[in-house]
């Protein structure tokens, strides 16, 4: 079993970065797909990002292409978010999850086996 844990949220400006990391312990990370996904108040979570298990694949979800990138780094059981021309409607909670079947990249939430706790973005304008 994987434990993950967000980190790198905060209070940014419209127009501003953030990186967001995803730590996890317990199993080699690279042994899943992982995923970015965010949830806004009184909306369904929705798919951000995803990354296969060697970095070689990525997929983004239409409304940040261009502005997020996730990466990995499986020596430090690392994967990261960097979030950059933040708009309010970025504004949510993010959470890591990931995925330890198949090698397809998912973009379902319920494909997912394994979350973290979260960390809050707040995006002014």
């Known amino acids: 079993q994987v434990q993950l844990v967000e980190s790198g949220g905060g209070l940014v400006q419209a127009g501003g970065s953030l990186r967001l990391s995803c730590a996890a312990s317990?199993?080699?990370?690279?042994?899943?797909?992982m995923g970015w996904f965010r949830q806004a108040p009184g909306k369904e979570r929705e798919f951000v990002a995803a990354?296969?298990?060697?970095?070689?694949?990525?997929n983004y979800a239409d409304s940040v292409k261009g502005r997020f990138t996730i990466s990995r780094d499986n020596a430090k059981n690392t994967v990261y978010l960097q979030m950059n021309g933040l708009n309010p409607e970025d504004t949510a909670v993010y959470y890591c999850?990931?995925?330890?079947?198949?090698?397809?990249?998912?973009?379902?939430?319920?494909?997912?086996?394994?979350w973290g706790q979260g960390t809050q973005v707040t995006v002014s304008s």
């Open positions: 999850a990931a995925d330890g079947t198949g090698v397809a990249l998912k973009s379902h939430a319920y494909e997912y086996q394994h």
């Open positions: 317990g199993r080699t990370l690279n042994t899943y797909i």
């Open positions: 990354i296969s298990r060697s970095a070689s694949s990525t």
